[in-house]
C-alpha cells in the first residue's frame, strides 16, 4: 500500500487560495487519489478523488502530475469553516479495501 | 434516507467490561471498516470486512473483535483485553471494488472510566 506524506499543519486567511501537497512516491499503477475534510468529532467527508491531470468539483481542485507520485488539494477562496483536517488517501481497485489514512494536515483559517 | 449510523454517540465503560458498537448501513455497501482516532491523531483501521462473513485485521486488531452477519451490520467488540480503549470510533462503508470514496457515520466516543 502506498504511504502518504503530508504537511502536518498549514495556517491561511479568509479568501486566500490554499494548497495542500500530499507525496505518494510508491503509488501504484491502479491507484486513485482521494482526499478527505474532517471537522472535530465528526466522520470524515469525502472531498474529490483523481487519477491524473486535474479534477475539479464544486469545492476544490486536485492536481496530478504525471508522474503521480505526489498530488495538491487546492481550497479557492477559503473561509473560517474550512478550518479541518484534511486527509490524502492512496488505493484503488485492486489495492484498497484496506484503505489506510494517514495523519492528515491540519488547516487553520485565520479571519 | 440513505447512510450510516453508529450507535450510540457516547458510550461509558468501566474497566475489565466489555462493550459493542453498533454500526449499520442502508448503502448497500459490500465494505465495512472501523477505525480509531485518539485526540489530535489521524485514524487508524481496526478491521475490515469485504463482504458477509468475511473480516481482516487491521494495523490496530488486539482486543478487539467484529462479525459481519449481515451485510448492513458490522459491529465492534471492545473487549477487556483492549488495554487503552478511549477513543473516538467511527465506521465506514464503501462499494465494492473501484475507487469510490468511503461514507462515514458520525462516531462514537467511547470513554473507560
Known amino acids: 500500500l502506498a504511504k502518504t506524506t503530508q504537511p502536518i499543519s498549514m495556517d491561511s486567511y479568509e479568501g486566500q487560495e490554499v494548497n495542500i501537497t500530499c507525496s505518494h512516491n510508491?503509488?501504484?499503477?491502479?491507484?486513485?487519489i482521494t482526499w478527505y475534510q474532517q471537522f472535530p468529532s465528526q466522520g470524515p467527508r469525502f472531498i474529490i478523488q483523481g487519477y491524473k491531470t486535474k479534477v475539479t468539483n464544486e469545492v476544490a481542485s486536485l492536481f496530478i502530475p504525471a508522474d503521480r507520485k505526489s498530488s495538491t488539494l487546492s481550497l479557492p477562496r477559503v473561509s473560517l469553516s474550512d478550518t479541518a483536517v484534511y486527509y490524502c488517501?492512496?488505493?484503488?481497485?485492486?489495492?484498497?479495501?484496506?484503505?489506510?489514512f494517514g495523519s492528515g494536515t491540519r488547516l487553520l483559517v485565520r479571519p | 434516507d440513505g447512510g450510516i449510523t453508529q450507535s450510540p454517540k457516547y458510550l461509558f465503560r468501566k474497566e475489565g467490561q466489555n462493550v459493542t458498537l453498533s454500526c449499520e448501513q442502508n448503502?448497500?455497501?459490500?465494505?465495512m471498516y472501523w477505525y480509531r482516532q485518539d485526540p489530535g491523531q489521524g485514524l487508524r483501521l481496526i478491521y475490515y470486512s469485504q463482504i458477509v462473513n468475511d473480516f481482516q485485521k487491521g494495523d490496530i486488531a488486539e482486543g478487539y473483535s467484529v462479525s459481519r452477519e449481515k451485510k448492513e451490520s458490522f459491529p465492534l467488540t471492545v473487549t477487556s483485553a483492549q488495554k487503552n480503549p478511549t477513543a473516538f470510533y467511527l465506521c465506514?462503508?464503501?462499494?465494492?471494488?473501484?475507487?469510490?470514496?468511503?461514507?462515514f457515520g458520525p462516531g462514537t466516543r467511547l470513554t473507560v472510566l
Open positions: 448503502l448497500n455497501h459490500d465494505a
Open positions: 488517501l492512496v488505493g484503488g481497485r485492486d489495492s484498497s479495501y484496506k484503505l489506510i
Open positions: 510508491n503509488i501504484a499503477t491502479n491507484d486513485y
Open positions: 465506514a462503508s464503501r462499494p465494492s471494488g473501484g475507487a469510490d470514496e468511503q461514507f
